[in-house]
């Protein structure tokens, strides 16, 4: 199986929707190939994508930041780890120490910021554990399954990462 086609798996996966706050249509093999190949492409110093591998290098999910503001030294970060099976295994929250150590040390970034959904609790105590704070929720700003929920908004500075 192609990267391509382990992430259109993932990205159409109704739970990993929900947990990644994604849209709710189905992707395509023609969207997805088209999203990967721009990724791969793309030369902006705006996004970086990293892929999430076990020890074999099988690939399990992906990590990005994205938003990248070199004047304010803020970014956003997203995670997925897609193959639900390899889901709270340690991989998560290896990826996010490593990003995070990115993003402060080599990029020189001062702020990273994430959005989570109220109800991705693994999510929010990872967070919570590697020194994430709080910063605001929107309220009932996610509609999946037929319920609002609301989105919390989390950042993390340089210099109160707990690794």
Same mark, same amino acid.
């Given at each position: ?66 938003? +990248? $503001? =070199?004047?304010? #030294?803020?970014?956003? /970060?997203?995670?997925?780890?897609? !193959?639900?099976? %390899?889901?709270? *295994? ?9 990003? +995070? $150590? =990115?993003?402060? #040390?080599?990029?020189? /970034?001062?702020?990273?910021?994430? !959005?989570?959904? %109220?109800?991705? *609790? ?24 037929? !319920? ?16």
């Amino acid at each position: 199986m192609t990267d391509w086609e382990k992430t259109l798996k993932w990205r159409n996966d109704f739970v990993i929707k929900q947990q990644a706050m994604m849209h709710p249509f189905p992707i395509t093999e023609m969207v997805e190939k088209a999203w990967y190949e721009d990724i791969l492409k793309s030369t902006s110093d705006k996004t970086i994508y990293f892929t999430i591998t076990k020890n074999d290098d099988t690939p399990i999910g992906f990590i990005t930041l994205n938003k +990248i $503001n =070199y004047t304010h #030294k803020n970014c956003r /970060l997203g995670i997925l780890i897609g !193959e639900a099976g %390899e889901q709270g *295994k340690g991989y998560g929250k290896e990826a996010m120490e490593l990003i +995070i $150590n =990115y993003a402060f #040390k080599t990029l020189n /970034l001062n702020k990273i910021t994430l !959005e989570v959904t %109220e109800i991705n *609790k693994q999510a929010i105590k990872l967070y919570l554990n590697l020194g994430f704070v709080e910063e605001g929720r929107l309220k009932q700003h996610f509609f999946a399954n037929g !319920e609002y929920f609301d989105i919390i908004i989390m950042s993390n500075f340089r210099g109160t990462i707990k690794m």
